[in-house]
């Protein structure tokens, strides 16, 4: 498979989907193959890009991605014969349809994740990352392995007009329009995460911030500069794996 095969503007995008696969394994978000990240294919809103099922993340390349259609038909050539992850079909395609504005969607498994997602009041203000989502993540109580199609309609009701899910006894979810933005979302909730979950195991009484520093402060991660942090901290995670470039990009 090369190049040639694909529009610039889709290998483009098989480049950055490639390049964050390898920074979610970086960052030790991975589950062996389990989990899944898919991107819209640029300028077609009927297809998207999620992975080979069975390639490890760290090993992703942008030929081994897998073009596949809303109801879950593989489009790609080179791959007519590849089933992908059933629940990362089910999960990705009902947002995918659902939420233009959200071109790329994570799903992960992180001990953190599942942890803060099994715990009944769920993601607690109790760091300045997790006060990026007050007021501004979704849940979704878990119902079994994500297989059945029946599933679509729960997942966005629940996700409404958020950016980030927490999946009960599951996972994270996390999106954006495009892959820096659902990276960061990501990064964040993760990070959110580990921190509570650290926090508490301490045995301390935990410090709660006041309702209006909560807010004040979910506010403030929505100023005019957080587009051009978000962008340049994409690129300073992206030079984390500059080394792993020709291999990514193949």
């Known amino acids: 498979m090369t190049q040639k095969q694909y529009s610039k503007e889709e290998w483009t995008a098989r480049c950055e989907l490639a390049a964050l696969y390898r920074l979610i394994a970086y960052y030790r978000m991975t589950d062996l193959i389990d989990t899944h990240i898919s991107l819209r294919v640029p300028g077609d809103g ?3 890009l999620i992975n080979r099922y069975g390639v490890a993340f760290d090993r992703m390349r942008a030929s081994d991605l897998v073009r596949i259609d809303k109801s879950g038909n593989v489009q790609d050539l080179n791959f007519t014969d590849l089933a992908v992850n059933a629940a990362g079909f089910v999960i990705h395609s009902a947002i995918h349809q ?3 504005d959200m071109a790329c969607v994570i799903h992960t498994h992180t ?26 993540i979704a849940y979704h109580t878990y119902e079994g392995i994500a297989l059945s199609a029946d599933e679509r309609e729960r997942l966005v009701a629940d996700l ?5 899910m927490i999946l009960r006894n599951h996972g994270l979810l996390a999106g954006g329009p495009t892959v820096k933005h659902a990276f960061h979302e990501i ?3 993760e990070r959110a995460c580990q921190i509570q979950i650290q926090a508490m195991s301490g045995g301390s009484e935990l410090i709660i911030p006041s309702e209006d520093v909560c807010l004040r402060t979910a506010t403030q991660f929505q100023r005019e500069e957080s587009e051009h942090i978000i962008a340049i901290a994409w690129n300073a995670a992206i030079s984390l794996i500059e080394d792993q470039k020709a291999s990514y990009t193949s």
């Open 46 to 48: 009927e297809h998207f």
């Open 98 to 100: 659902a939420r233009h």
């Open 111 to 136: 001990a953190a994740g599942v942890a803060v997602s099994a715990q009944a009041r769920g993601l607690l203000p109790v760091s300045q990352h997790a006060l990026k989502y007050y007021n501004r």
């Open 160 to 164: 409404g007009t958020h950016r980030a």
């Open 187 to 189: 990064y964040m909730l």
